[in-house]
């Protein structure tokens, strides 16, 4: 039995959808964090949603390139870590221009999403998403980078240092 509370909220009595109000999804706060991010932040061009997710992604994955890699005991660590992380960028970069090139089906809003962005709903728009989240990527990885090479030089400038 769906009652229609649960109708308004599914939107089609068929569950294979996955489109479910759980305690997690249903929260205010979640939705307002969700409609927070870049790829559903209103108002955003979508070079400027992929400079910000690129951005991001170039920043934290330089940590684990760093700090895991094969090369972490070593002086080259930072630059093997740096070097890793804009692989993976540009693997990522090519594995969403394939997407834009099938030039995808609009997003579907959801409980979480209920306004997925206008100008990402075909191929071009994932197109400047692309290469926005290149340049994003590429200098968020660098920023990362000489901010961990840096570290006994940024270190001194410590308020509490004496």
């Known amino acids: 039995m769906v009652l229609s509370r649960d109708r308004s909220v599914v939107g089609t009595p068929n569950l294979e959808v996955s489109n479910l109000a759980t305690p997690v999804n249903s929260l205010g706060i979640v939705q307002a964090f969700i409609s927070n991010l870049p790829i559903y932040r209103t108002g955003l061009s979508p070079q400027r949603r992929g400079l910000e997710v690129g951005m991001a ?25 740096l070097l890793s992380t804009v692989g993976l960028v540009v693997i990522l970069t090519a594995c ?51 901010l961990v090479a840096n570290i006994p030089v940024l270190s001194g400038f410590s308020i509490l240092a004496k």
Not at 57 to 81: C, I, K, S, V
Not at 111 to 130: R, Y
């Open 57 to 81: 992604h170039g920043y934290f994955l330089l940590g684990p390139f760093t700090l895991l890699g094969p090369l972490r005991h070593t002086d080259q660590a930072y630059l093997a870590g």
């Open 96 to 146: 969403l221009a394939i997407y834009a090139a099938v030039n995808p089906a609009p997003p579907l809003p959801s409980l979480a999403a209920s306004n997925p962005p206008a100008n990402v709903k075909d191929g071009k728009g994932w197109s400047e998403f692309t290469s926005g989240f290149l340049i994003g990527g590429l200098g968020g990885a660098a920023f990362a980078y000489v």
